[in-house]
C-alpha cells in the first residue's frame, strides 16, 4: 500500500531525514535580529536563511529554558544542514552556550560568532558573511537518497478558518494524515484552545486512559486561562476572546464548532500516541498521532512544531494567511474556492470541489498527499517562493 509514497531526501549522519538542506543563521537574542537577517539577506538564496525571535534575555525559569530548548530544538531540524550562531555577547542565552548545546544534539558544520567581540555590526556581517559561504560550500556535498514516507514528520496546522476549513480542508487533511500515520509518519497537531470541546474525540484514539487524561489537563489549562484574563466563560456562542473576527464572519459561531473543525486535520482513525511540550522532539516511533502544547497564534504553533523537528506543515485556512516558515515548507491548503481564486499566489492545494460535490474527501486527501511528495522531493511551495520566513517563540512568564 505505501511503496509508491517514496520521495528524494537528505539523510543525516544521526539518521533523521530532512526534505530541504538549509544553512540557518540563529540569533541567540532578539538584538542582533538585524545583523543575522542582513548576513541571510547578502545571499538572495532561498537555502540561506535566519530567524527572527524575540526572546533571549531578561528571561528566567521556565521560560528562559523554553526559549532556549525552541532555539536548540530550531537549528536541530532535519531540514538544517549547517548552523551559524549569532550572538550580541551579554544576553541570558549565552552564544557559545547555545551552539554548543546544539552541538550536543546534532551533529552538522556548525560555527559561532559574537556582535560585541567582532567589533560591531559591519564587522560582524562581514564576518558573517565569510562563514556562511563556507558552511554553504560543505553543505553542497549533501546528496539526496530515495526514502519513504515513514521518515517523514508532518505538522499540521490551521489559521484564518472558516466553514469550509470544517467541511472540506480540514478533514481532506485528515484522510491525508491518516494514510500518511498508516504507512509509519508521525503527525503532529497542536494549537490546544482549538480542541477544546473536541476531547472525547480524541479520547476514543488515545493508546491509554493516561495519556487522554494529560491531555485533558493541558486543554483545561488554556481554557482556565481564558477565563481568568477575559472574565468569561470560554464556551458559548460569539464569546469575545475565543474565535477571531474573522472566524465569526466566516460561519464559526461557537469554539466547540471552531474544535471539531481543527481536530479533524489531525485524522479520523490513526492513534493518538504521545503529548509533547512546546518545541519537544517528535519521537522516532511511533507512527501516529502527536499533540503538542502549543497557544493558537499560527505563526507561535508552527515555530514550535517545526522546533520540535516537523519537516513539512500542511496548513488549512479558509479565509487566507501568507505565514511561511524559514526552516520547514508550508503547504497552503484551502476549501474555499473564492480564496483559491483570489489568492492563487498563496493557495497551494484547492479542494473546494468537496463542497462542489465533485470529488471525496478521500480523494482530496489524496491529492494532497501527492502535493506532499512533490514538496518534499524539492518543489517549492507558494510561501517558500515569496520567501516568507515567520517565526515567533511563545513564552512562559514575563519578562524580567
Keep these: 500500500m505505501c511503496l509508491e509514497y517514496k520521495f528524494e531526501a537528505y539523510v543525516r549522519k544521526d539518521g533523521q531525514v530532512g526534505i530541504r538542506n538549509k ?3 540563529l540569533p541567540s537574542v532578539a538584538c542582533v535580529n538585524h545583523v543575522a537577517s542582513a548576513i541571510a539577506g547578502f545571499f538572495s538564496n532561498r537555502d540561506i536563511v535566519s530567524v527572527n525571535h524575540e526572546v533571549g534575555c531578561a528571561q528566567i525559569g521556565d521560560d528562559f529554558r523554553q526559549s532556549l530548548s525552541t532555539l536548540i530544538g530550531l537549528a536541530s531540524n532535519p531540514n538544517v544542514g549547517a548552523v551559524l550562531v549569532v550572538g550580541l555577547g551579554c544576553e541570558r542565552i549565552v552564544p557559545e552556550f547555545l551552539a554548543e548545546e546544539i552541538s550536543k544534539a546534532c551533529s552538522k558544520p556548525l560555527e ?4 560585541q567581540k567582532e567589533g560591531g555590526t559591519i564587522a560582524t556581517i562581514s564576518r558573517g558573511i565569510t562563514i556562511v559561504q563556507s558552511l554553504y560550500q560543505q553543505i553542497l556535498s549533501e546528496r539526496k537518497e530515495e526514502v519513504d514516507v515513514s521518515f517523514l514528520k508532518v505538522a499540521v496546522e490551521c489559521g484564518g478558518s472558516d466553514y469550509t476549513s470544517a467541511l472540506a480542508a480540514n478533514p481532506a487533511v485528515g484522510h491525508a ?3 500518511l ?10 494549537e490546544l484552545i482549538e480542541l477544546a470541546g473536541a ?3 480524541l479520547a476514543s484514539r488515545c493508546e491509554n486512559a493516561e495519556l487522554m487524561s494529560h491531555i485533558a ?6 481554557v482556565k486561562i481564558s477565563k481568568q484574563y477575559s472574565g468569561e466563560e470560554l464556551f458559548g456562542i460569539f464569546v469575545p476572546g475565543n474565535i477571531s473576527p474573522g472566524n465569526v464572519q466566516g460561519g464559526i459561531t461557537t469554539i466547540e464548532e471552531k474544535s471539531l473543525g481543527a481536530v479533524s486535520k489531525g485524522g479520523f482513525k490513526c492513534p493518538v500516541v504521545g503529548y509533547l511540550k512546546y518545541g519537544e522532539r517528535i519521537p522516532d516511533k511511533p507512527a501516529g498521532l502527536y499533540i503538542m502544547d502549543t497557544p493558537s497564534y499560527d505563526i507561535e504553533s508552527v515555530t514550535g512544531m517545526v522546533a520540535g523537528g516537523a519537516t513539512i506543515v500542511l496548513f488549512t485556512t479558509g479565509l487566507g494567511t501568507p505565514v511561511g516558515n524559514p526552516i520547514s515548507p508550508v503547504i497552503k491548503i484551502t476549501g474555499n474556492g473564492r480564496t483559491a481564486r483570489c489568492l492563487q499566489s498563496d493557495i497551494d492545494v484547492d479542494v473546494s470541489d468537496v463542497l462542489e460535490g465533485q470529488i471525496s474527501l478521500a480523494k482530496a486527501g489524496e491529492r494532497i498527499i501527492s502535493e506532499v511528495l512533490g514538496v518534499a522531493s524539492g518543489k517549492l511551495t507558494k510561501s517558500e517562493s515569496l520567501g516568507f520566513t515567520d517565526a515567533g517563540v511563545t513564552r512562559v512568564r514575563p519578562r524580567l
Design 217 to 222: 489537563t493541558a486543554i483545561d489549562k488554556y
Design 23 to 25: 544553512v540557518l543563521i
Design 199 to 201: 476531547e472525547e474525540i
Design 177 to 179: 494524515v491518516d494514510r
Design 181 to 190: 500515520s498508516d504507512c509509519g509518519a508521525k503527525i503532529v497537531i497542536s
Design 112 to 115: 559561532c560568532i559574537v556582535f
